[in-house]
């Protein structure tokens, strides 16, 4: 009999410090997978919003980098033509204006972009170039210059084109980098 | 002769050669220019203390009468910081006369410190105007 007690007694004892252990195995299990869960979810989350934000940023750049390109190449155009013709064009040098002003605008519109790309230094260098490259041909056109002397439109124009040539490098580049990276 | 001190946004190659040319164009109008910068670099963000500091010390050294601003890359960074500048500047110094360089939508012309009469607009123009 005693043998029989002693052997239900550890069979009771076992099952249930088995029973116990199941328990907790499962409950601390099932926690860890739920906490796993949660931070998952919250990683997910936030891995969401970053790609979105970078994705907006990059479509920003992909918009404003062709626009600043072409204002750069129409202002460089306009300022080879007016030195070419010798004689300024009031029409050439008015279109400059505009030009260069809305250069400037974007150059600040999305300075953020172009500071984030190493590239605000250098455009905003050749947006200044060419403003006054047009300001020495508004000097010239409206006789407030001391002479032809003091204003060397060709020196101007060949650092408009120096500058014009690193602008572009850096724009396409960065431009090329960064679609590369969307497709990729 | 006028004095006229231009704060301009850094110090660079350009500003040398626009120097030479601001000064000729001041001179023929009757205007004693000479330019001073907000930072010292672009990779300096403006600061109110920043920009006093820079434009007090042009100021004592080359006493103008009137102070403009241009409203280029340094001030579209930080506009606040240039107000503020503004407002010390004119504490500071009371006699002396601000104008700066007018665009569309900026703060600054909001300012009471400015001077807006007939002469001022036309030492803004002669600095900032030139266009066809």
């Given amino acids: 009999m005693d043998l029989q007690g002693d ?8 099952g249930v410090s088995g029973g116990v252990t199941l328990l907790l195995q499962t409950y601390f299990t099932k926690r860890i997978e739920h906490r796993f869960a949660v931070a998952l979810e919250k990683h997910k ?15 920003r750049r992909m918009e404003a980098y062709p626009k600043i390109v072409e204002l750069c190449y129409r202002t460089r155009n306009m300022a080879r033509d007016l030195v070419a013709t010798g004689t300024p064009q009031a029409a ?17 519109r999305f300075r953020i972009d172009l500071e984030a790309d190493h590239l605000f230094v250098r455009v905003h260098r050749y947006k200044n170039l060419i403003q006054h490259f047009s300001r020495g041909v508004a000097e ?15 020196k101007d124009f060949a650092e408009i084109e120096k500058s014009y040539l690193e602008v572009m490098k850096d724009l396409e580049g960065s ?8 497709q990729g | 002769m006028m004095k006229v001190l ?15 040319r601001m000064k000729g164009i001041a001179s023929r109008s009757g205007y004693d220019f000479d330019q001073c910068f907000a930072v010292p670099s672009p990779r300096t963000p403006p600061t109110p203390n920043g920009v006093t500091n820079m434009i007090s010390a042009a100021v004592d050294q080359f006493q103008p009468d009137v102070l403009l601003i241009h409203t280029g890359a340094a001030y579209h960074q930080v506009p606040d910081a ?12 009371p006699g002396l006369r601000l104008g700066f360089e007018h665009r569309p939508h900026l703060d600054l012309g909001n300012l009471s410190v400015f001077e807006t009469s007939e002469e001022m607009t036309r030492i803004e123009q002669t600095f900032f105007g030139l266009e066809l």
């Fill in chain 1, 7 to 14: 052997l239900f007694a550890v069979l009771t004892s076992a």
């Fill in chain 1, 45 to 59: 989350a936030e891995l969401a919003v970053r790609i979105q934000a970078e994705h907006g940023i990059i479509t």
């Fill in chain 1, 92 to 108: 050439l040098m008015q279109e400059l204006q505009a030009r260069s002003r809305e250069l400037e605008d974007l150059v600040f």
């Fill in chain 1, 140 to 154: 010239l056109m409206t006789g407030t210059s001391a002479g032809v002397d003091a204003i060397d439109l060709k």
């Fill in chain 1, 175 to 182: 431009y090329h980098q960064q679609t590369s990276g969307v």
């Fill in chain 2, 6 to 20: 231009v704060v301009y946004s850094w110090d660079d190659d350009i500003s040398q050669r626009r120097y030479a």
């Fill in chain 2, 82 to 93: 240039f107000s503020e500048a503004a407002r010390r500047i004119h504490h500071k110094y």
